[in-house]
């Protein structure tokens, strides 16, 4: 998934359905992590779009010790300059109150 096809994704979704918020958060967990996403109403229901964009882990370093009871512990390291985008969709589910992710498989092939 490419910003410009977000973008394109999200034109669609304001020209084809009614907007009920959108935004961008910044988290700063995982190298940091920004979300933009949008929530419509459709064919389906309320649903939830999110564009994640975080970096590219380089290493996994894990420090532990031989010890009895000691804890292990995994750093990871970043890249500055390389991110990976991904698309994940929700739908609202009145039953849970919840988003419930949608997987990829029910859109289909074709």
Do not use: C
């Amino acid at each position: 998934m490419t910003e410009e096809r977000w973008k394109d994704i999200v034109g669609n979704v304001k020209d084809k359905f009614k907007v009920e918020d959108e935004g961008r958060e910044h988290l700063d967990e995982q190298g940091g992590v920004d979300i933009e996403f949008i929530i419509f109403t459709g064919p389906l229901g309320k649903i939830k779009l999110e564009f994640i964009t975080k970096p590219v882990v380089l290493d996994k370093k894990t420090n532990y010790s031989n010890r009895i009871g000691s804890e292990t512990k995994v750093n990871y390291v970043y890249s500055e300059s390389e991110k990976t985008n991904r698309l994940v969709a929700y739908k609202w589910e009145d039953g849970q109150e919840e988003w419930v992710e949608i997987e990829a498989g029910m859109f289909g092939n074709g």
